[in-house]
């Protein structure tokens, strides 16, 4: 019997319920690939000693937005609030990882040298004369964010990012442009 009724909820299902799927997915596709990226940079820290400069920082506070939204988006999916709700959310899903593509060019563009990076953590290197504090200061590893740490193919851990970045911005447009959709 309960087989049956799980059948007649699955032909009754039609349109609306097909372009809130597609957004759930969407959403949790976005959700899993970021938090694989935001593990993969802690992975890079922790486990091999790869510290952060302050580009790379800023663009984790994307991440840390959108993984919680993107799984909140998926639940209110699931529950069937309204599709101009989760329109909303995608929109401002995809907004945000577009704008962490953009950081994540800026810092691969400091990093091959195109345009200068933010004076806090580019430029030449100062020689301080030996005293009490600056012998301390000497021994902090102070990351440069015009010096690649890790390359690999030629990317940069930021140029990945901008490809990351622009994948899941895609994903949330899709769910966006699946409830959108009149079909």
């Given at each position: 019997?309960?087989?049956?009724?799980?059948?007649?909820?699955?032909?009754?299902?039609?349109?609306?319920?097909?372009?809130?799927?597609?957004?759930?997915?969407?959403?949790?596709?976005?959700?899993?690939?970021?938090?694989?990226?935001?593990?993969?940079?802690?992975?890079?820290?922790?486990?091999?000693?790869?510290?952060?400069?302050?580009?790379?920082?800023?663009?984790?506070?994307?991440?840390?937005?959108?993984i919680p939204l993107a799984l909140a988006?998926?639940?209110?999916?699931?529950?069937?609030?309204?599709?101009?709700?989760?329109?909303?959310?995608?929109?401002?899903?995809?907004?945000?990882?577009?704008?962490?593509?953009?950081?994540?060019?800026?810092?691969?563009?400091?990093?091959?040298?195109?345009?200068?990076?933010?004076?806090?953590?580019?430029?030449?290197?100062?020689?301080?004369?030996?005293?009490?504090?600056?012998?301390?200061?000497?021994?902090?590893?102070?990351?440069?964010?015009?010096?690649?740490?890790?390359?690999?193919?030629?990317?940069?851990?930021?140029?990945?990012?901008?490809?990351?970045?622009?994948?899941?911005?895609?994903?949330?447009?899709?769910?966006?442009?699946?409830?959108?959709?009149?079909?």
């Open positions: 019997m309960a087989l049956n009724n799980l059948a007649d909820t699955r032909s009754k299902a039609g349109p609306a319920d097909a372009r809130r799927n597609a957004a759930r997915w969407a959403a949790l596709s976005v959700a899993v690939i970021g938090g694989a990226a935001l593990g993969g940079a802690w992975f890079f820290q922790l486990a091999l000693n790869l510290v952060p400069c302050p580009l790379c920082l800023e663009q984790r506070y994307a991440y840390y937005l959108a988006i998926a639940l209110l999916a699931r529950r069937g609030v309204p599709r101009g709700l989760l329109l909303g959310g995608l929109a401002v899903l995809a907004l945000v990882m577009l704008g962490n593509a953009g950081l994540a060019a800026y810092h691969a563009g400091v990093e091959w040298g195109f345009w200068p990076g933010p004076s806090d953590c580019s430029g030449p290197i100062v020689d301080f004369s030996r005293g009490g504090l600056l012998d301390k200061l000497d021994s902090v590893k102070v990351v440069r964010c015009d010096e690649v740490q890790w390359r690999f193919l030629g990317l940069s851990l930021a140029g990945y990012n901008v490809l990351v970045s622009l994948a899941m911005a895609a994903l949330a447009g899709r769910g966006a442009a699946a409830l959108g959709s009149k079909k």
